[in-house]
């Protein structure tokens, strides 16, 4: 149902929403102006034809929460008298759901996206890895894995998944057939491969592994770099300048993202997020990160100058990857979002 277009005079005036993208559970900071009359009524807020929770109603400012179902961007404000022309933002499209990541998906050459259903510590689970096509089909792909936790895409396609409770990496070829790649990595986490095809590990209880590609059965693995221990996990990913930056949440409210230069030495990138989890960068080398900043959930990206910025909304993100250079997915605990980085 349409909203009334009495008076253009009181008409709502939209003159900004940020960020420019929300998942369902998101919240919107929506300013411009006449969203009240006469300070009287909380103006009503609609996201397509879905009907939004408004948490804070002014006169030039609401925030308000993305609802489950949304999927248009049109965002409406009624006040009394007259509602607004509708304004565009982004709303991510769920890709799946009844999934159970902990961290970043994966996503190989031809577009298939790859996520777990990881399950709580030593709990077997019919599927351990799901393949999402570019249809956005979910289908299952690696079955008798416990604890699937980490991924990661090598340069031949090759999926590699790693066991926080075995400590064991297993690979995977693109028709499913698995086999151990290096086992006694600790609590295996977070996974990514540098472009000389070395596999980083990060063993949540202090470690970071460095694993040599080779043929040989007996690959070299080395202690690349300690840290303090995580209570879930260490993410990482490796940036434009072939740095390894990790994350590790631990039960303070003021975590850091770390760099690690390729000799292996720790610098501090950033102190001041709460629960940073995965990342990924974009083609301009800027990073993003699953995490809140003062209080405000969903995806932080950081320019050159590292400050940070919101871009996406939304709770429970636990990890996201560039499906494109313009479409980034992001994983929550329980399901997978595609949204458009048009910024």
């Known amino acids: 149902m349409a909203f009334p277009r009495r008076d253009s005079a009181a008409r709502p005036q939209i003159s900004g929403v940020r960020p420019a993208a929300a998942i369902p559970?998101?919240?919107?900071?929506?300013?411009?102006?006449?969203?009240?009359?006469?300070?009287?009524?909380r103006p009503k807020v609609r996201i397509g034809e879905v009907d939004a929770p408004l948490v804070v109603g002014g006169n030039d400012f609401v925030v308000v929460r993305v609802p489950e179902g949304a999927s248009v961007g049109e965002l409406v404000v009624e006040n009394a008298q007259a509602a607004s022309q509708p304004y565009y933002c982004n709303i991510g499209f769920p890709v799946a759901d009844n999934l159970h990541p902990v961290a970043n998906p994966a996503v190989d050459g031809r577009g298939n996206i790859y996520t777990t259903f990881s399950g709580a510590r030593g709990q077997k689970v019919p599927v351990s890895v799901f393949r999402i096509d570019l249809n956005y089909?979910?289908?299952?792909f690696v079955k008798d894995l416990m604890n699937a936790t980490?991924?990661?895409?090598?340069r031949e396609g090759m999926l590699f998944v790693s066991s926080r409770h075995e400590g064991t990496i297993y690979q995977v070829t693109p028709t499913g057939k698995i086999s151990i790649y290096a086992e006694g990595m600790g609590v295996a986490t977070g996974l990514a491969f540098d472009e000389d095809g070395n596999l980083f590990v990060g063993d949540r209880s202090g470690t970071i592994f460095k694993i040599a590609p080779s043929l040989a059965p007996a690959r070299q693995i080395f202690v690349f770099a300690t840290m303090e221990p995580s209570i879930s996990a260490y993410h990482l990913t490796i940036g434009p300048d072939q740095s390894l930056y990790v994350t590790g949440p631990t039960t303070s409210s003021f975590d850091s993202i770390f760099r690690i230069s390729r000799a292996g030495e720790v610098e501090l990138y950033y102190r001041g997020l709460g629960r940073p989890q995965g990342m990924a960068f974009d083609a301009e080398g800027r990073l993003y990160v699953a995490a809140s900043l003062g209080g405000r959930k969903g995806v932080l990206r950081f320019g050159r100058d590292r400050r940070p910025e919101l871009v996406i909304s939304g709770p429970g993100v636990v990890g996201l990857g560039f499906a494109s250079p313009e479409t980034l997915i992001v994983a929550t605990n329980n399901a997978l979002y595609r949204v458009e980085m048009t910024l």
């Open 25 to 41: 559970g998101g919240e919107f900071l929506v300013k411009g102006s006449k969203f009240r009359v006469n300070g009287e009524e």
């Open 137 to 140: 089909e979910a289908k299952p």
């Open 150 to 154: 980490g991924l990661a895409v090598d």
